[in-house]
């Protein structure tokens, strides 16, 4: 990271707002994120003029291709700026655009006549005209796709997109901030989107890209952010969406406008009400937007804006509120960042599900931990299966109480089998699915994981687990990594010190993932019945990550909660896997993996993003020349 004054002033303004720990662990960070070689990378990955040539020849003979209107609120924008968002529009490979600009630069100094027009004001309105007349010139007709509107008076950024919206004549709305460019293919990449849904009989009437930040003088480009598909817990955790976002007229009419009530959340607010009126939310992997990076940007900082923080949470009290769930949310320390905690409606009874063998030590630790619950209405099922220590068996004879049940699977070691038989004795409405080296780390882990899983689109909750040096050992699962599990899946952050949030403090918050580890989960008895359980094929690796993909297949959600957190002792009842006769399970298990999800692992992980590594499984920036090739490129 460079030294300079704004850098230092960035720097300064992150300490006051979070205090000499935070900041020194957001040093570390920046410092991994320096060493990813970004800049170099986007220049092999950006799109070529050949690239762009051919997008243009395609396009022209697209039937029924969507009108896009880009609309921007002008306000005192500087020249530079101006010029190069309108030029980064007039870049595109997509022709069927109009670029709608709403002004609301003050038409008069203080100083001067009311008649008069502000230098200011007169320049924008200039730089304007002289684009508009090199549209005519490249398109051939009279009427020029740069439409502008000088607005009698400022009204903020809610009023001022408000009247560019009013000046669209297109299919689709694009926003685009005043100081900010799109990528030449960016209207294209949107475009080809919504053509190939209407070939498939539903286009998309929200589309979002990925985006990354580009300094002021646009001769860096940095922090990328790389998006999951539509996540809505990511979503209720912050506003990830945010650029290139591009709405249907019609959600558009549905969702309303951008309101003036919830300004410096004004976008948060319009994509959360979008969110809940859309049909199909398209995600497009590709950095299509370069946010700008100056002093009074939102993308320089947190401090710059701090004021948007109650307006987001706000933002999300309403969104929940037509929704009609119960829940409080919550401002976090991380600026932008939100944590909601759901009502817990009811108190059902939980069946916490442990498998064990000869291992007194840990399931002690384990049930005094759950012993030590806030939440009483449970029962614990602990399935034995052939322990040979007689002290094993007393000591199931000591605890065995009305709370605790002791059953006996007698057949060999079978994870998937072992739960099943163990769900086949469980009483309750949900399921704790717990191996017996965990040792949970708060009281209330219980109400946590409950009032989660009770949602009607969830199916299951996963936790954030620990090794005992405080180091990540699962903060949710990737599909299609590499690693020790050869492609199959990994856990994220593994190895990463405790107190880290991760890569855009995904580890710290709620979110979507396709799968996490079955070391600790909670289901819905409804769930875990309508795909009839583990697969019992998969007798050790990868049962939790089958059983996830296949609750998911259903339309249920995985969540990954990090308020439920507990140590993991990693698998001692079990052993390593260094037999010849483990070895060939776990390659049968690799191949059955493989075959039944085999259009999933060759796609990627609609929950993390292609652009990442396939091999490290931390949001570490994959191969150009990989990631290319699987598009085909």
């Known amino acids: 990271m460079k030294i300079n004054a704004t850098n230092i002033k960035k720097g300064l303004r992150y300490l006051k707002h979070y205090g000499f720990k935070e900041f020194l662990i957001r040093l570390e960070e920046k410092q991994e994120q320096e060493a990813v070689p970004y800049d170099e990378w986007y220049q092999k990955m950006k799109v070529t003029e050949q690239e762009s040539d051919r997008q243009r020849k395609e396009s022209r003979k697209w039937n029924n291709a969507p009108k896009i209107s880009v609309v921007v609120p002008l306000y005192e924008t500087p020249e530079r700026f101006l010029r190069e968002m309108i030029e980064s529009v007039q870049a595109s490979s997509y022709e069927n655009w109009e670029l709608c600009l709403a002004d609301g630069t ?113 001769t ?34 549905k969702a309303g406008v951008i309101r003036s ?55 999300l009290e309403d969104h929940l509120s037509r929704l009609g769930v119960k829940a409080s949310v919550e401002i976090t320390q991380y600026f932008g960042f939100y944590r909601i905690r759901y009502e817990l409606t009811e108190k059902p009874l939980v069946s916490i599900i442990i498998p064990n063998k000869d291992e007194i030590e840990s399931l002690d630790k384990c049930l005094r931990a759950i012993q030590k619950s806030t939440y009483s209405n449970y029962e614990v099922i602990i399935v034995e299966n052939n322990s040979e220590k007689e002290e094993t068996f007393s000591y199931y004879k000591k605890i065995e109480s009305d709370q605790i049940h002791v059953v006996f699977y007698p057949n060999g070691f079978n994870y998937s089998k072992l739960n099943n038989f163990g769900v086949a004795h469980a009483k309750g409405d949900y399921y ?91 289901v819905k008895k409804e769930v875990y019945e309508q795909v009839h359980g583990f697969e019992e094929e998969l007798s050790v690796a990868f049962n939790d990550v089958d059983f996830c993909l296949r609750v998911r297949e259903l339309g249920y959600l995985i969540v990954y909660d990090p308020l439920v957190e507990a140590y993991h002792y990693e698998s001692k009842s079990r052993g390593a896997e260094d037999s010849p006769e483990k070895v060939a399970r ?48």
Not at 222 to 248: A, C, E, G
Not at 270 to 275: D, G
Not at 443 to 466: F, H, P, T
Not at 602 to 622: C, M
Request: net charge negative.
């Open 106 to 218: 003050p038409s008069a100094d203080k100083e001067a006549n009311a008649d008069e027009i502000s230098p200011k004001a007169y320049a924008v309105h200039e730089i304007v005209g002289e684009y508009q007349k090199k549209d005519c010139q490249l398109t051939g007709k009279e009427q020029s796709r740069i439409v502008y509107k000088k607005l009698e008076q400022n009204e903020g950024i809610a009023g001022n997109t408000n009247q560019a919206i009013a000046m669209a004549t297109g299919d689709y709305i694009a926003f685009l901030d005043h100081d900010d460019v799109i990528t030449p293919d960016a209207l294209y990449e949107m475009a080809a989107r919504i053509i190939s849904g209407q070939e498939e009989k539903q286009a998309p009437d929200m589309l979002y890209s990925d985006e990354d930040k580009t300094d002021s003088m646009m």
């Open 220 to 253: 860096k480009f940095m922090d990328p952010h790389f998006k999951p598909d539509f996540n809505l817990d990511l979503l209720r955790s912050n506003n990830y969406i945010t650029h290139f976002l591009v709405v249907s007229h019609e959600l558009l009419e």
């Open 261 to 315: 009530d919830y300004d410096g959340a004004q976008d948060y607010d319009f994509v959360l009400r979008c969110t809940e009126q859309a049909e199909k939310i398209e995600h497009i992997a590709k950095i299509l937007y370069h946010w700008r990076v100056h002093e009074l940007s939102t993308a320089g900082g947190g401090g710059t804006k701090d004021y948007a923080a109650d307006a987001g949470k706000r933002a």
């Open 432 to 522: 704790v699915l717990m191996n017996n080296d965990i040792e949970v780390l708060h009281e209330d882990w219980i109400e946590q994981m409950l009032s989660n899983c009770e949602r009607k689109k969830v199916g299951i909750v996963g936790a954030r687990l620990y090794y005992p040096d405080n180091t990540i050992q699962h903060a949710g699962l990737v599909i299609g990594i590499g690693g020790s599990l050869r492609g199959i899946g990994a856990n994220l952050y593994q190895g990463m010190r405790r107190e880290r949030s991760g890569y855009l403090h995904r580890a710290a918050f709620q979110m979507d993932y396709s799968a996490v580890t079955a070391a600790l989960m909670m």
């Open 586 to 633: 776990f390659q049968t298990e690799i191949e059955f993996m493989r075959n039944r999800w085999e259009s999933l692992l060759k796609k990627g992980d609609p929950n993390y993003n292609i652009n990442f590594s396939r091999v490290r499984a931390d949001y570490s920036l994959g191969d150009p020349e990989v990631i290319l090739r699987q598009n085909g490129k």
